[in-house]
């Protein structure tokens, strides 16, 4: 009994000294000879650890080096990834560094070079407007000398129309968007002054209307003041006194030229030079003006096109065209058919704009004022 209790007691003490000799910390070099085994190659010996050799410091920078690792196929110079499998490292790093040949750059920047150019079936594109312009040139004006007013005022007579309501429909596009809209052109003398108004309505956009006032006189219509509303009114004031055109919008005052008009005052010019001078009326004659807005003065130069007989609103109508020459290649275009049977006063006037807007006035109701 003394035995076994003596046997169990030499036991129990045995397997305590065993428990403390397995419980030590794990050496810190296990962690760091783990590492290193997940980057050896299968075959190393890892009894004996190796140092890691210092890292190599990085090869001089080469002008036009063809890309490490890739190869370049001799048959048509394309550059493909390399075979894991077949690639010689310690070839691709002693090949690295000797420059590349001649061959060897042109034909790495050949697929480059290939995607950038365009093929040679694509069409050529076409011209666009200011292409266009710069290839067309403009009609050249005539000298001032065939065209200026005094060459045709000395001689030319005027027959007023009388006073007059015309009322048209008014067809406009505007950025793409048609609308409709009415307008009226209202003439009026009394053999020694005028008056002139127009007006264009719609519905949602509101009114715009011109006005223009001034004297009849041996050389025509002598506007005084021109007004153009929309909102709020700017006005060009013909002073002849001065000798000159101003402005209410402040912009600089221009010299006033013999038989000077207005942008309203211009359409019963020309009325009243094509009823009165039947000479004028000749395809290719030519007029010339200084027409000037609420801002500015520029010189107009007008062009007797032909006889044209339109369907208006009003009916069928014999009319005779004038157009608008200009050397800009932008600038606004104006044509404008003129009745007979009523004065030579506008049956249909068309503007257009280099952007692409465009108002048309059709003659459709003749009134007395």
């Known amino acids: 009994m003394l035995l076994s209790a003596l046997v169990l007691l030499l036991h129990g003490l045995g397997l305590q000294s065993l428990s403390k000799s397995w419980s030590l910390p794990t050496p810190a070099v296990k962690p760091v000879?783990?590492?290193?085994?997940?980057?050896?190659?299968p075959g190393t010996d890892i009894t004996h650890p190796v140092a890691a050799?210092?890292?190599?410091?990085?090869?001089?920078?080469?002008?036009?080096?063809?890309?490490?690792?890739?190869?370049?196929?001799?048959?048509?110079?394309?550059?493909?990834?390399?075979?894991?499998?077949?690639?010689?490292?310690?070839?691709?790093?002693?090949?690295?560094?000797?420059?590349p040949s001649t061959a060897a750059m042109a034909s790495t920047d050949a697929p480059a070079q290939a995607a950038v150019d365009p093929p040679t079936a694509l069409p050529t594109p076409p011209v666009t407007a200011p292409e266009a312009a710069a290839e067309?040139?403009?009609?050249?004006l005539p000298a001032p000398a065939q065209a200026s007013a005094t060459t045709w005022l000395t001689e030319a007579q005027f027959a007023w129309p009388a006073s007059t309501k015309l009322l048209f429909e008014v067809v406009g596009e505007s950025k793409g968007i048609r609308y409709s809209a009415d307008g009226d052109?209202?003439?009026?003398?009394?053999?020694?002054?005028?008056?002139?108004?127009?007006?264009?309505?719609?519905?949602?956009?509101?009114?715009?209307?011109?006005?223009?006032?001034?004297?009849?006189?041996?050389q025509g219509l002598q506007p005084l003041r021109f007004g153009d509303k929309y909102k709020q009114e700017q006005a060009a004031h013909f002073e002849?006194?001065?000798?000159?055109?101003?402005?209410?919008?402040?912009?600089?005052?221009?010299?006033l030229q013999a038989g000077a008009q207005d942008r309203l005052s211009v359409l019963a010019q020309l009325a009243s030079l094509m009823s009165g001078s039947p000479h004028l009326r000749q395809?290719?004659?030519?007029?010339?003006?200084?027409?000037?807005?609420?801002?500015?003065?520029d010189v107009w130069l007008f062009s007797v096109e032909k006889n044209e007989t339109l369907k208006l609103p009003l009916g069928s109508l014999p009319t005779l065209k004038l157009i608008r020459l200009s050397s800009q290649p932008y600038a606004q275009s104006l044509e404008i058919w003129l009745s007979p049977s009523h004065g030579y006063l506008p049956a249909k006037v068309r503007i257009a704009q280099s952007n692409g807007d465009v108002l048309e006035q059709f003659l459709r109701k003749v009134e007395t004022p």
């Open 283 to 297: 395809a290719g004659q030519q007029l010339q003006f200084q027409v000037a807005s609420a801002r500015s003065a």
């Open 136 to 140: 067309v040139s403009p009609a050249p």
């Open 33 to 41: 000879q783990f590492q290193r085994l997940a980057a050896m190659k």
């Open 53 to 99: 050799p210092p890292p190599a410091p990085p090869p001089a920078a080469k002008p036009n080096r063809p890309t490490k690792g890739m190869r370049l196929q001799e048959t048509d110079g394309s550059a493909t990834p390399p075979d894991p499998a077949t690639t010689d490292h310690t070839a691709t790093d002693n090949a690295s560094t000797e420059p």
């Open 240 to 255: 002849r006194d001065k000798n000159t055109i101003s402005f209410s919008s402040n912009a600089p005052s221009q010299t």
């Open 185 to 218: 052109l209202v003439w009026q003398h009394d053999g020694q002054q005028y008056q002139l108004r127009q007006e264009v309505r719609h519905m949602l956009l509101g009114a715009r209307s011109q006005t223009s006032v001034g004297a009849l006189s041996a």
